[in-house]
């Protein structure tokens, strides 16, 4: 095949900035002998024009990822045409990714999270549209998987959660700390997959709220927040449609804003009526709301807004899951 240029010509194109039209793809992502649909762009030196260095529809293989490694170059360029079509073969290849223990952890994490969020975006985008569990198997499984082999992976997994509150990245944030949190407890297995689900999808609801209370920039008016409440029903019903049965998913998402005293919505459900599962999204919720910043308030940093939640919702969450949480904050300081 004449659409591989030869590597011994290239130098290290990790130095250089993004060539415009294109967008930087980490070698490492790049799965042996897994087809890529996608034009693989190298650049011969920083700033030039990049060549193509490897054509769509070509497995990458073996032979080709260590000449890069040997030449140093540890990304390449995807057309931003393409973007789909690169996202899609990460998430299909995500469990190998994050099990490559070749790849930096913190790599990984960066891939972990930024593939989450594209996952996450589209299925908020339109719910309704296809399946909402598919997509996310991989995703779940490979995060799963990555925070129990790995010693270092919450703390890294920590590092890159977004600052800036979205709802696709608060689903995400969500999902790694309410997964975390669960592990810690002791929570494994079929149990845990159908939990971290849950915790992803726990505000697909959101989708059927109308942007302007969703992302209003400062306190809703008494209809805004009436339709804002209603998010949690909207996206129990969603998952019903969508022919989703698992208990567990389906209580994450109806049940997350239940509150221990009975103050909660939207079944005001006290005591131990909340189960173990919206208890532990509840927490991981409160704290990633408190932690990201928003339009209208700056976000707090996790040690104060860990205290923030034992002065004021020491009645609403459950206390013997928030010390464990703490502890797992606490661990992943310095
Ligand atoms: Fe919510
Ligand atoms: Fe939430």
């Given at each position: 095949?004449?659409?591989?240029?030869?590597?011994?010509?290239?130098?290290?194109?990790?130095?250089?900035?993004?060539?415009?039209?294109?967008?930087?793809?980490?070698?490492?992502?790049?799965?042996?002998?897994?087809?890529?649909?996608?034009?693989?762009?190298?650049?011969?030196?920083?700033?030039?024009?990049?060549?193509?260095?490897?054509?769509?529809?070509?497995?990458?293989?073996?032979?080709?990822?260590?000449?890069?490694?040997?030449?140093?170059?540890?990304?390449?360029?995807?057309?931003?045409?393409?973007?789909a079509?690169?996202r899609?073969?990460?998430?299909?290849?995500?469990?190998?990714?994050?099990?490559?223990?070749?790849?930096?952890?913190?790599?990984?994490?960066?891939?972990?999270?930024?593939?989450?969020?594209n996952i996450v975006h589209d299925i908020l985008e339109d719910p309704?549209s296809g399946?909402?569990?598919?997509p996310?198997?991989?995703?779940?499984?490979?995060?799963?998987?990555?925070?129990?082999?790995?010693?270092?992976?919450?703390?890294?997994?920590?590092?890159?959660?977004?600052?800036?509150?979205?709802?696709y990245?608060?689903?995400?944030?969500?999902?790694?700390?309410?997964?975390?949190?669960?592990?810690?407890?002791?929570?494994?297995?079929?149990?845990?997959?159908?939990?971290?689900?849950?915790?992803?999808?726990?505000?697909?609801?959101?989708?059927?709220?109308?942007?302007?209370?969703?992302?209003?920039?400062?306190?809703?008016?008494?209809?805004?927040?009436?339709?804002?409440?209603?998010?949690?029903?909207?996206?129990?019903?969603?998952?019903?449609?969508?022919?989703?049965?698992?208990?567990?998913?389906?209580?994450?998402?109806?049940?997350?804003?239940?509150?221990?005293?009975?103050?909660?919505?939207?079944?005001?459900?006290?005591?131990?009526?909340?189960?173990?599962?919206?208890?532990?999204?509840?927490?991981?919720?409160?704290?990633?709301?408190?932690?990201?910043?928003?339009?209208?308030?700056?976000?707090?940093?996790?040690?104060?807004?860990?205290?923030?939640?034992?002065?004021?919702?020491?009645?609403?969450?459950?206390?013997?899951?928030?010390?464990?949480?703490?502890?797992?904050?606490?661990?992943?300081?310095?």
């Amino acid at each position: 095949m004449n659409s591989t240029h030869p590597a011994s010509t290239l130098s290290d194109s990790t130095a250089s900035a993004t060539p415009a039209g294109y967008f930087r793809v980490p070698v490492s992502s790049l799965r042996v002998d897994a087809v890529a649909n996608f034009e693989l762009y190298i650049q011969p030196r920083p700033d030039a024009v990049p060549v193509l260095y490897r054509a769509r529809d070509l497995a990458f293989t073996e032979e080709a990822r260590q000449r890069l490694i040997d030449h140093s170059v540890g990304a390449l360029f995807v057309p931003t045409g393409q973007r789909a079509e690169y996202r899609h073969y990460v998430e299909k290849n995500l469990t190998a990714i994050v099990s490559d223990e070749d790849i930096p952890v913190e790599e990984r994490s960066d891939l972990l999270y930024d593939s989450a969020q594209n996952i996450v975006h589209d299925i908020l985008e339109d719910p309704r549209s296809g399946d909402v569990l598919p997509p996310s198997e991989n995703l779940v499984q490979g995060t799963i998987d990555f925070l129990f082999k790995e010693g270092r992976s919450f703390h890294c997994l920590m590092q890159v959660t977004s600052y800036d509150y979205y709802t696709y990245t608060h689903s995400v944030n969500v999902f790694v700390f309410s997964t975390a949190l669960a592990q810690k407890l002791g929570i494994e297995g079929q149990e845990l997959f159908e939990f971290g689900q849950g915790a992803l999808l726990h505000d697909v609801g959101k989708s059927l709220v109308p942007n302007e209370v969703v992302n209003a920039k400062g306190g809703l008016t008494e209809e805004q927040w009436a339709e804002m409440k209603l998010h949690p029903v909207h996206g129990y019903n969603i998952l019903k449609e969508q022919g989703v049965e698992s208990e567990i998913i389906l209580d994450v998402t109806r049940h997350h804003h239940e509150k221990l005293n009975g103050r909660g919505y939207p079944d005001g459900l006290a005591g131990d009526a909340v189960s173990k599962w919206a208890r532990i999204c509840t927490i991981a919720d409160i704290f990633d709301a408190l932690t990201t910043r928003r339009s209208y308030k700056e976000a707090m940093n996790s040690f104060p807004g860990l205290q923030f939640m034992r002065e004021h919702m020491e009645d609403e969450i459950d206390p013997e899951f928030f010390r464990v949480f703490v502890g797992l904050m606490g661990s992943t300081a310095g």
